[in-house]
């Protein structure tokens, strides 16, 4: 039998990135995807400010989501820059996830930004460990243009989007 250190070492070593490409068509129950984000809370952070605000999408409003960044990128890439292909794979992403999560730091005066910021990286840590648990795809993008989705993440004056958290299942 394992002991939990062997367990978590297990888990830490088979922890990667698996893209949507990878992700099979196999719904993935609401409660997992619950569970994974709940534990990104137990993140540590300075003074319990709780920088991270998760935004799970799922359905149509993952579809919505996947058409409001495809306009972003549309409208803001000069068109010499545009690629279809790029165009064409924001969408391919969305639909391919099971779940995807807008990972928003809300800062706080109390520690510094950059301290804010390591909590929602050990909080995805968190996800990417319990994904990896579950047998579950993941990854973490940070897509410049992610800053301007207002629109679907609601984004406050004293937030930030820090990318999104793709959710799939894998064979």
């Given amino acids: 039998m394992m002991t939990e250190i062997e367990v978590l070492k297990q888990i830490i070593e088979k922890r990667k990135s698996i893209f949507p490409k990878d992700y099979t068509d196999k719904d993935i129950p609401a409660q997992v995807v619950e569970d994974i984000v709940s534990t990104a809370k137990l993140a540590p952070n300075h003074k319990r400010t709780k920088p991270w605000k998760f935004k799970v999408l799922r359905g149509e409003e993952k579809k919505k989501l996947g058409k409001e960044l495809q306009k972003i990128y549309k409208d803001t890439v000069p068109p010499n820059m545009f690629l279809d292909k790029k165009y064409q794979d924001i969408g391919f992403k969305i639909e391919k996830a099971n779940a995807v999560v ?5 800062f706080s005066v109390i520690v510094p930004e950059w301290e804010e910021i390591a909590a929602v990286a050990m909080a995805v840590q968190n996800m990417y ?3 990896t648990a579950y047998n579950l795809g993941c990854y973490w993008s940070s897509p410049a243009y992610v800053n301007q989705v207002k629109e679907s993440f609601q984004i406050g004056e004293s937030q930030k989007c820090l990318g999104l958290f793709y959710i799939g299942s894998v064979d």
Avoid: H, R
Avoid at 102 to 106: F, T
């Fill in 129 to 131: 460990l319990m994904c």
């Fill in 102 to 106: 807008a990972l928003i730091c809300e």
